[in-house]
C-alpha cells in the first residue's frame, strides 16, 4: 500500500510528496529487513532536530517493536484498516478453527471474524501506540477510511 501511494503521490497533478520534502525529510520503510536500522537511525536524527516523516505499514518493520520518543512520533496516518490478509495459510486456518470451535459449543470463544477484527484493532493500537510513551507526550492520530465511521472495519 506504502508503494501505490507513494506512486500516486509523486505525480505531478498531487504534488503531495513535493509539498511535504519542503517543510520535511520524507523515509520510507525499506523492503530489506537489514536496510530498516540505517533508515530508522537517520530518521530520528533528522526528527530530533529538524523533523522528519516517515512512512511504513501496519504490522511492518517500523511500527513493530521499535521505539520513538517525544520528538521522533507527533503523528501517525492510518490509511485504510490494517486487516491481516486473509489469503495467508495461519489466518485461514485460525478464522476456520475458531469457526469450528464456536459451532461446537465453545461459548468462551469468539468466533473467527471476531479474532479478525481484534487483530485488527490490536495492529492499530500498537501503530498509533507509538505517539505515547509516557504521560508527557503528546501527538495527533489520523484515521484514513470511511470504514471508521461505522462500527464495521470488515474488508
Not at 533528522?46 to 512520533?73: L, P, Q, W, Y
Not at 490494517?82 to 468462551?108: F, M, Y
Request: charged residues 35%; proline residues 2%; aromatic residues 8%.
Amino acid at each position: 500500500m506504502i508503494d501505490d501511494c507513494m506512486a500516486v503521490w509523486r505525480k505531478k497533478k498531487h504534488k503531495i510528496l513535493e509539498k511535504i520534502r519542503r517543510h520535511k525529510e520524507i523515509f520510507v520503510e525499506p523492503e530489506d529487513a537489514v536496510a530498516v536500522k540505517e533508515v530508522i537511525q537517520n530518521f530520528k536524527l533528522k526528527a530530533k532536530n529538524h523533523g522528519a516523516v516517515m512512512f511504513g505499514s501496519c504490522r511492518g518493520k517500523v511500527f513493530e517493536g521499535i521505539d520513538f520518543t517525544d520528538n521522533e512520533a507527533r503523528g501517525v496516518v492510518l490509511l485504510g484498516v490494517p486487516n491481516a490478509k486473509t489469503t495467508d495459510i495461519r489466518v485461514q486456518s485460525k478464522i476456520n478453527l475458531l469457526n469450528k470451535r464456536k459451532k461446537g459449543g465453545e461459548k468462551e470463544l469468539m468466533n473467527g471474524q471476531q479474532w479478525y477484527r481484534d487483530e485488527m484493532i490490536r495492529s492499530m493500537n500498537q501503530s498509533v501506540g507509538r505517539i505515547f510513551r509516557h504521560s508527557e507526550d503528546y501527538g495527533a492520530i489520523f484515521l484514513v477510511d470511511s470504514r471508521f465511521l461505522s462500527e464495521n472495519l470488515d474488508p
